[in-house]
């Protein structure tokens, strides 16, 4: 089992920046495909960027692609969300997430793909 804690959250400007974190702790030593989630009140859970264990393939959603940037450290375990140019519409709780693989160079973007989840950082952007 992987335990996952994000940090980095915060009330942002629209137009401003933040940098989440996720560290990760237990059975990290096999491979983990991560991905990161947001979910605003009355929504669901929605897929926002993900990143193969090797690093070299990442997925982003539509509403985010060259804004957000999901990056990944492998000896501190940890893997980032760069999120530049916010808007109101990214307000919500993001919620990083991990699930073991095979593959060096597979990410997933279907929520139920992943079996360990953080307990959220709150990102709000105001206008």
């Known amino acids: 089992q992987v335990q996952l804690v994000e940090s980095g959250g915060g009330l942002v400007q629209v137009g401003g920046s933040l940098r989440l974190s996720c560290a990760a702790s237990g059975r990290t030593s096999s491979t983990l495909v991560m991905g990161w989630f947001r979910q605003a009140p009355g929504k669901e859970r929605e897929f926002v960027a993900a990143?193969?264990?090797?690093?070299?393939?990442?997925g982003y959603a539509d509403s985010v692609k060259g804004r957000f940037t999901i990056s990944r450290d492998n000896i501190k375990n940890t893997v980032y969300l760069q999120m530049n140019n916010l808007e109101p519409e990214d307000t919500a709780v993001y919620y990083c997430a991990a699930t073991f693989t095979s593959y060096r160079s597979i990410y997933y973007t279907e929520n139920e793909k992943y079996e360990s989840w953080g307990q959220g950082t709150q990102v709000t952007v105001s206008s």
């Open positions: 990143i193969s264990w090797s690093g070299g393939r990442t």
